[in-house]
């Protein structure tokens, strides 16, 4: 039986916090593996990690209290005994190095999930980088870009593209009723999914959706589906289109059932501070058969094949995002065939 300890800062909403719980799930039924978990934080945003029945600790964790939590993370380490280190975030990465040569174990650094658009020392993921990756025995990465953008070395780095748990879409009700209880039966719907941050690039898809519904108002209704800082300020950009036709629904927990009702699924990035891993919300549109539009680059080149699964677009260009929506609209034909592929 192999013994791995987990550790990340919180089980937050997010891809990397997905993949964690997916990995444990799929553990459990397949490999003879144990596990015990760490998180930095209180919060869990994925309560099935409870099914797994895998041992979970939170710390508390305070940079002023920071010896107490350490102490608390070895006596857990000692206690269980673990032959693997499993890190998935850069803060965890440098309690790791300490846990690795303290206990003489393994040390897997997953902390990459995202393609960094330009090197800085002032970025802190990078910075605790360059000092943890000496020290790891294997580097992870969901995308070769990834990896590049972090330059971990390549004799010990390994991309492992996310996978997706078709269990979660087996049971959905018909998307028929929910499209009627929103009173959308014959729109045509283009959704995306993702978190109201500077990272998402929500701004540009409203724009395009101004554009558009100045001649498609009543065909074609926009849903946006998360939450964060900026959704109280998206909301006033769009205006008298807001709830109406640009329908904003806040975090909610059957995110596919509302993805199975789009036509198309949208994901636009701000590129000038973000680049994308293996995008959850991409992977969630084509396992429901979806056209993806998407803006160009980082990891998001990697899932998605331009003009053959769906369009890739220049960062922060409504008009080519409105010509690539309504392209769709008018031959549904190339729509189906592309979510199908």
Not at 1 to 27: H, P, Q
Not at 60 to 73: D, H
Not at 98 to 111: E, G, R
Not at 251 to 271: A, M, P, Q, R
């Amino acid at each position: 039986m192999i013994k791995v300890l987990i550790l990340n800062d919180v089980l937050a909403k997010g891809g990397k916090e997905r993949r964690i719980v997916e990995l444990l799930k799929y553990s459990k039924q397949h490999f003879e593996i144990t596990y015990e978990i760490i998180f930095m934080y209180e919060g869990v945003d994925y309560p099935d990690i409870y099914n797994t029945n895998y041992p979970i600790h939170f710390i508390n964790w305070s940079n002023k209290k920071s010896i107490k939590g350490f102490k608390k993370i070895l006596t857990i380490t000692k206690s269980f005994q673990p032959d693997i280190i499993h890190s998935w975030s850069s803060m965890t990465d440098m309690i790791s190095i300490l846990l690795k040569f303290h206990q003489n174990k393994k040390f897997i650094s997953s902390m990459i999930a995202l393609s960094l658009p330009f090197r800085s020392y002032k970025n802190k993921d990078y910075l605790r980088s360059k000092f943890s990756f000496p020290f790891a025995d294997v580097i992870t990465a969901n995308t070769n870009a990834g990896l590049i953008s972090y330059r971990a070395p390549a004799s010990k780095s390994v991309c492992i593209y996310n996978g997706f748990n078709f269990q979660r879409i087996n049971h959905l009700q018909n998307p028929a009723l929910l499209k009627k209880e929103m009173g959308l039966e014959h729109t045509f719907i283009v959704g995306m999914v993702a978190a109201f941050e500077t990272r998402k690039d929500y701004e540009t898809l409203i724009d395009a959706a101004s554009i558009l519904l100045k001649k498609y108002r009543g065909e074609i209704v926009f849903i946006l589906i998360g939450d964060g800082n900026l959704k109280e300020n998206l909301m006033l950009k769009a205006g008298d289109y807001c709830q109406k036709n640009i329908l904003f629904t806040g975090s909610i927990n059957n995110v596919e059932e509302y993805i199975d009702t789009f036509n198309i699924g949208v994901l636009c990035t701000n590129s000038n501070i973000h680049g994308e891993g293996i995008s959850n919300s991409i992977m969630e549109y084509m396992a429901l058969g979806k056209p993806v539009i998407a803006t160009n680059g980082a990891g998001t080149n990697e899932i998605l094949l331009d003009q053959e699964t769906g369009y890739l677009i220049p960062s922060g260009n409504p008009q080519a995002l409105a010509e690539k929506i309504v392209h769709l609209f008018n031959h549904p034909e190339i729509a189906q065939k592309m979510g199908l592929s």
